[in-house]
């Protein structure tokens, strides 16, 4: 089994920085994709960021110029960099991971969310 946990959250004023990071434990072989996800009160989920093994990025146009997606490989970590954070930047915000695990069979995990909240 894997597991993710998500820290770094909190609050913050508009304006300001947080930075999330993502630990995923348990039986892995290889981590591919990992991603961030948010969802605000009453939408749905959405994703914000996503990175590959290898260190290629995709952002939601929303957080391009703001946010960054980093990962350490050997640490099983994701990253998540926010700058010059928004109020509607306001949600809960879960990390990701495609895991291979020894017998070559992926699987899709999730941690279980941090909050960011911004004031304005």
């Known amino acids: 089994q894997v597991q993710l946990v998500e820290s770094g959250g909190g609050s913050v004023q508009a304006g300001g920085s947080l930075r999330l990071s993502c630990v995923a434990s348990?039986?892995?072989?290889?981590?591919?994709?990992m991603g961030w996800y948010r969802q605000a009160p009453g939408k749905q989920r959405d994703l914000v960021a996503v990175i590959s093994r290898g260190g290629i990025t995709n952002y939601a146009d929303s957080v391009k110029g703001r946010f960054t997606i980093s990962r350490d490989n050997a640490k099983n970590t994701v990253y998540l960099q926010m700058n010059t954070l928004k109020p509607e930047d306001t949600a809960v915000y879960s990390c990701?991971?495609?895991?291979?695990?020894?017998?070559?069979?992926?699987?899709?995990?999730w941690g279980p969310g941090t909050q960011v909240t911004v004031s304005s």
């Open positions: 348990g039986v892995i072989f290889r981590i591919d994709a």
């Open positions: 990701n991971a495609q895991v291979v695990n020894y017998s070559a069979r992926p699987g899709d995990y």
